[in-house]
């Protein structure tokens, strides 16, 4: 059986890995049958890879094999967020399958029957082969292991023959592609010269002084920008604004909450709970047949009680205690029993930490925590001291500890606080390895353990409660017939808060804040929705939420309109370093000269250890381009005013020390080879995916 497992855990782990090698999206949501008369579906594709359709039956095969396999290593249903994992994954393997096997086909790769022999009991093992079949006594692959599982498939049950030749195509899959990447590797080579020219940019470093005059020095307001300048800068940089397809909405959520009356309704019948809670005689039973929570037998320690209990110590046996509100919960507790324990108290403190480990900074440490006990013993208040002088998590809080037991502190603070007779401050400094402790015991010691039944119930909204809320959605969802509508009907509520989802991609799962949205997403990229239309009602997370769509937006180039304000933004910038360089270009004289007839505006930094391959000036940010001119000047020579990432920049070389001479460069190429050839298999991963044309509808299933 532990073999079987392991066979399945591999199987997964074959399979995980191709995903990770095609890269990771996000898929999400409820199944639903491919006639689902809300999307207005037609048709049985799921989607197109390299002009192969994908019917739903297709799909939902390799899904399905996948969620076994997943639940069989688990041991438990898959959740939905999981789901959502297992569906990308069950596309990715289809992607494998099918473009990539077109891409293997035509260069001739392929794994022979006597390979895969070979990697299952052969010379060259499979790595998933050896890790299921190693003996667990010597640690060592066991090739008889393999031999004696693979003769006694058929008596193992129905489901072992279909798992091993399940794990036989992972790993057949697997080697393919390993082949592959090897080949695609093979086709890295580094020259001397790239190799030496890489190690000159990850090893020279320039001293800089950077004249600095950055965008924001100069007043939106002060710059106008026309359409045409937006037209023109988005013609020139229009490869930057690739869009995948998106929607936009807007949308309102009516929370379903527990009313006053819901509440008032539960602590009432919670009252009458307390009075046959006094009375059971069977504290367990009652607690199964009458909280959400199971009962818990153990025993606690007042540090380990709930909150609302440690402040009523010491706690009666058979008494209950509540009803207590906290987090939407009613909470009765009942002390079923009560017995001798570990030793526990209650505590504050206050920190003071020194600054060094030298003997000094211990002195001055001490000398300021014995002047904070002497104000605390002159009157002073604990627990403002504590806010004022305190150095860790505790200050904020008054330095309070809470109750813990003996043993839980570091020693020296466990032997004073357990040492002292009783509650109050203790007369002389603590010292640990974290510093100097001024302490006050809170709370008499406790050697009391308790056993605590407790009845629970969430405070829910009732069906009264969740019809109004409903009707509230329904009533906007029904009148309103355009986006216009929705937005003067929503209006009408000054309780609705509008919400904007900008550009929501096919697979998103979240919008915004609703964090199971699917229904929303398959309603918005639905075949019959168009812009300006209004959704029903949708049931999100307790929740209902009314959307309107305001936008489709295809694969491609963005429209300008839908980025205007980035563009805006972008092209802002461009005026503003024509305006600053014609500014700076006036000015004459060094750079602390030119900053200073420029005005307040203009920064001048020093910046040492500035490297070619980093791209990035300390004190500036990241200015690749200022970066690439520094290197390209002499000693003492210096820019004209450019035009860089957050600013206009003058750049001055003070110093250049160029990499340490080595004769050597074969670990360099190496270095360089590997994150090469890493790129060139990602690369070829997404040649191949945007060859094969791929087109996911899967919205309209999941």
């Not at 489901?159 to 990447?181: G, L």
């Not at 600095?212 to 604004?241: C, I, M, W």
């Not at 869009?243 to 509440?263: L, Y």
């Not at 690369?683 to 509808?697: L, R, W």
Request: charged letters at 25%.
């Amino acid at each position: 059986m532990a073999l079987i497992n392991k066979i399945r855990e591999k199987s997964g782990w074959a399979v995980g890995a191709i995903a990770i090698g095609l890269g990771v999206f996000v898929v999400g949501g409820d199944l639903l049958g491919p006639n689902s008369r809300l999307l207005g579906n037609d048709t049985n594709t799921v989607g197109e890879i390299a002009g192969e359709e994908i019917d739903y039956q297709e799909f939902d095969q390799v899904l399905q094999q996948a969620k076994a396999d997943y639940e069989n290593r688990t041991g438990r249903a898959a959740n939905e967020g999981e789901l959502a994992m297992l569906r990308e994954q069950a596309w990715n393997q289809l992607i494998f399958k099918i473009a990539l096997q077109k891409e293997y086909d035509r260069l001739g790769i392929t794994v022979t029957e006597e390979e895969l022999a070979d990697m299952v009991q052969g010379n060259n093992i499979h790595p998933s082969v050896k890790q299921a079949f190693t003996n667990p006594q010597t640690g060592e692959f066991d090739r008889s292991q393999v031999v004696q599982y693979l003769q006694n498939l058929d008596q193992m049950g129905p489901n072992a023959r279909p798992m091993w030749v399940n794990f036989e195509q992972s790993i057949f899959n697997d080697r393919k592609q390993t082949k592959y990447m090897n080949m695609l590797s093979k086709t890295v080579y580094i020259t001397g010269a790239e190799a030496k020219r890489y190690y000159n940019a990850q090893n020279s470093a320039a001293s800089l002084k950077v004249l600095y005059v950055p965008y924001f020095s100069v007043s939106d307001s002060s710059v106008s920008v026309t359409d045409a300048q937006l037209k023109g800068y988005y013609e020139r940089n229009k490869e930057l604004y690739k869009v995948e397809e998106g929607r936009s909405v807007q949308f309102v959520t009516i929370p379903v909450s527990a009313s006053s009356e819901d509440s008032t309704y539960l602590t009432q019948e919670i009252s009458t709970l307390s009075q046959q809670f006094a009375a059971s005689e069977n504290d367990s039973s009652f607690v199964n047949a009458n909280s959400d929570a199971p009962f818990n037998g153990a025993y606690r320690n007042p540090g380990e009680l709930p909150e609302q209990l440690r402040d009523q110590l010491p706690l009666q046996k058979g008494k209950v205690y509540g009803p207590f509100t906290q987090n939407g919960t009613l909470s009765l507790f009942k002390v079923s029993d009560v017995k001798e324990g570990d030793v526990a108290t209650k505590a504050s403190h206050i920190l003071i930490r020194p600054e060094n480990e030298t003997p000094e900074a211990k002195a001055a440490a001490k000398t300021k925590a014995q002047d904070v006990l002497t104000q605390i013993k002159n009157g002073a208040d604990f627990a403002q001291m504590a806010a004022q002088y305190g150095t860790d998590g505790t200050a904020s809080s008054g330095g309070d500890l809470g109750w813990f037991s003996k043993g839980r502190m570091v020693p020296a603070f466990d032997a004073a606080v357990f040492a002292a007779s009783g509650p109050g401050l203790l007369p002389s400094l603590v010292e640990t390895e974290y510093g100097f402790h001024v302490v006050k015991i809170t709370a008499p010691k406790s050697t009391e353990s308790y056993q605590v039944a407790a009845v629970q119930r969430a405070i829910e909204a009732s069906e009264t409660t969740r019809d109004a809320a409903y009707g509230i959605a329904d009533e906007l969802a029904g009148t309103s017939k355009s986006t216009e509508e929705f937005n003067e009907n929503a209006a009408k509520n000054p309780s609705l808060v509008k919400e904007e989802a900008i550009a929501i991609g096919k697979n998103n799962i979240v919008v915004n804040n609703l964090n199971n949205a699917r229904e929303l997403v398959r309603w918005a990229y639905a075949k019959d929705t168009e812009v300006g239309d209004v959704s029903p009602v949708f049931e999100i997370d307790d929740q209902f939420v009314v959307a309107t769509l305001t936008n489709k937006r295809e694969k491609g180039y963005a429209q300008v309109e839908d980025i205007k304000d980035e563009l805006t933004a972008a092209v802002r910038n461009e005026v503003k370093a024509q305006q600053i360089i014609a500014k700076l270009k006036s000015q004459k004289g060094t750079l602390d000269q030119i900053a200073a007839s420029y005005g307040a505006e203009a920064l001048v930094r020093a910046a040492d250890n500035v490297t070619l391959a980093s791209a990035a000036i300390p004190g500036i940010g990241v200015e690749p381009v200022a970066v690439g001119k520094a290197f390209g000047l002499k000693p003492g020579a210096r820019t004209a005013p450019f035009e860089g990432q957050g600013g206009v920049l003058m750049v001055e070389l003070t110093q250049l020390s160029p990499a340490p001479e080595i004769n050597d460069f074969t670990n360099v190429k190496e270095q360089l080879r590997a994150t090469r050839a890493g790129r060139a298999e990602n690369d070829a991963f997404e040649a191949i995916k945007e060859k094969s044309d791929i087109k996911d509808n899967r919205v309209r299933f999941f």
